[in-house]
């Protein structure tokens, strides 16, 4: 129970703190207006080339639109204490760093959620797409097995930032690789095969598959185990996230550079 | 001359102090080259292969776009971080001439992701570079930066007015790629875009590279683009300086 309190009020308390930069302006324009006009971006691009019908890119997109929030904020939950020179006041806690740091991923994981079911629903009233209402829990369900998955795998890149300088470049570019190599915008079919494989290993790969699925009716039963192996690659990110904050963070006070940036 | 000098030295100074950068030249070098992977896949899945350059042009100009969006849209922001924002304004130029180098400067790095897109296209896809029209393709390209980096100035004296700019410049990217037609055609866009579409400078630069790589008549986009850039400039440089006498009055400059 402490512990979840742990995970809960800590993370919480982490992103009011690392977040508090926004306004309610910024927040409406870079996460949800922003995914919206990409979702459109891809939708009539789509249509033009007839790659697909509109329900794989409205779908898709949506799932997708998680990763902004998620990848940079699971970055932020590291790398901005690191930043702004918290980072040892956190690592001294007598705590389990595993908690703290899953913790971390929480709130963005819920507002990844929040950004995905907005364009979702925004995205599907304005291009007429129509969903199944008893597909609804299951879609939100996708969409968060994706955002956690997501905030597992920023909380990775940030793991990186206490070895590396610059970890918003490997943000940057892994939120653009996530364009490309989830088979949201190409299906998998026009892709590559070692694309493809990579794309297996990252989020949103399989949550985007399942939540297509469900918006095309095909049931929960359906989508279970795209469903699942979603939450088996985020576990795996959660896992190597903590193992590689010990790692580095064992190095960091060899070096005495937890702080250096 | 000695006001095109001002110009050259000035763009070049800034194209060197972007280039000092890891971060933007590490994200100037990748992503671009993600985007025209995507370009390339998706047009190969539509089965449209003859149309792999345009994607690839086309590719490259969401890439200018994106610089001189986030460039430019920063410009004043950047200098006031940097401390040099009363340096430059105190120079005994107007402030249009002062700030122009830097949009400009923004708009050249972008020229990088247009190169990159081609080069990678080239070498990757083998995509064959048989431009329509290559010399001007050439022009049609200068043209692009030089116009996007008068836009650039106007949306850098507007977003300076504005406390939230930094959510409207991560607003601007993916709606002004879809309504200037850089990969999705604009006649497949809902009819009210088109207004939205006549005035942008993107959409006439992007069409005249896109005339220039599959044919069609460059000229008159290049002609309607710079004209649409020059009204941005007088704009652009009308509201800097009421921007720069509020700050005097106000003594605001160096505030956030």
Redesign the interface.
């Known amino acids: 129970m402490k512990t979840l309190r742990l995970m809960g009020v800590g993370g919480v308390i982490a992103y009011r703190a690392l977040f508090n930069w926004t ?1 309610p ?6 996460l949800l ?2 995914p919206l ?2 979702l ?2 891809f939708a ?8 697909a019908d509109d329900r794989f890119y409205i779908v898709g997109n949506a799932v997708l639109t998680a990763s902004l929030a998620c990848v940079f904020g699971g970055t932020m939950a590291v790398a901005n204490e690191r930043r702004y020179g918290t980072l040892g006041h956190v690592l001294l806690s007598p705590r389990s760093r595993t908690a703290i740091f899953w913790g971390r991923v929480i709130p963005y994981a819920g507002n990844g959620l929040l950004i995905a079911v907005v364009t979702l629903g925004v995205g599907a009233a304005l291009l007429g797409l129509r969903i199944p209402f008893g597909a609804l829990p299951g879609l939100v369900l996708a969409m968060a097995a994706g955002s956690l998955a997501c905030g597992f795998f920023g909380l990775t890149l940030g793991a990186l930032g206490l070895r590396f300088r ?1 970890v ?2 490997v943000s ?2 892994s939120v ?2 996530l ?2 190599l989830t088979g949201v ?3 998998a ?3 590559p095969g070692w694309m493809v494989t990579v794309g297996h290993y990252l989020p949103i790969t399989h949550a985007a598959s399942a939540a297509r699925q469900l918006a095309a009716g095909d049931g929960l039963t359906a989508a279970a185990p795209a469903l699942g192996q979603e939450l088996l690659v985020g576990a795996g990110y959660a896992v190597a996230a903590v193992a590689l904050l010990k790692i580095f963070e064992g190095e960091s006070r060899r070096r005495a550079s937890l702080d250096a940036l | 001359m000695s006001l095109l000098r001002v110009l050259a030295v000035g763009t070049l100074m800034h194209v060197k102090q972007l280039s000092r950068s ?2 933007e030249m ?2 100037a070098l ?2 671009p080259i ?2 025209a ?2 370009a390339v ?8 292969q003859h149309r792999l350059l345009e994607a690839a042009v086309g590719a490259g100009v969401m890439g200018i776009w994106s610089s001189v969006l986030f460039g430019s849209g920063g410009a004043i922001q950047s200098q006031r971080w940097l401390g040099t924002l009363e340096m430059i304004m105190l120079a005994p130029r107007r402030p249009v001439l002062v700030i122009l180098p830097i949009t400009i400067a923004t708009g050249l790095t972008g020229i990088y992701a247009l190169l990159a897109t081609l080069i990678w296209g080239r070498f990757l896809y083998g995509i064959r570079l048989d431009f329509a029209h290559p010399v001007a393709f050439v022009v049609a390209a200068v043209v692009c930066v030089v116009a996007l980096g008068m836009f650039g100035l106007l949306l850098a004296a507007t977003f300076v007015l504005m ?2 700019a ?3 410049a ?2 601007l ?3 002004v ?2 309504v200037s037609g850089m ?3 604009i006649t ?2 809902p009819s009210w875009t088109g207004p939205i579409a006549a005035v942008l400078p993107t959409t006439w630069g992007a069409r005249a590279l896109r005339e220039a790589t599959s044919g069609g008549p460059v000229w008159p986009s290049v002609g309607v683009c710079l004209g649409i850039s020059v009204l941005c400039l007088a704009l652009g440089g009308l509201a800097l300086t009421y921007v720069e006498r509020r700050a005097r009055a106000a003594a605001t400059l160096a505030l956030a």
């Not at chain 1, 302006?25 to 870079?30: D, E, H, L, R, Y």
């Not at chain 2, 896949?41 to 449209?48: A, D, I, K, Q, V």
């Open positions: 306004t302006g910024m927040f409406v324009g870079t207006v922003g006009f990409q459109l971006f009539y691009l789509g249509r033009q080339l007839q790659v610059d918003w470049v940057n570019v653009a690789l364009l490309l915008n190409v299906p079919s026009g892709l | 890891p971060f590490a994200i990748v992503v993600v985007q992977t995507l896949y998706l047009f190969r899945s539509g089965g449209e406390r939230n930094n959510a409207l991560n607003t990217e993916y709606p790629w879809l990969l999705v055609p497949v866009l």
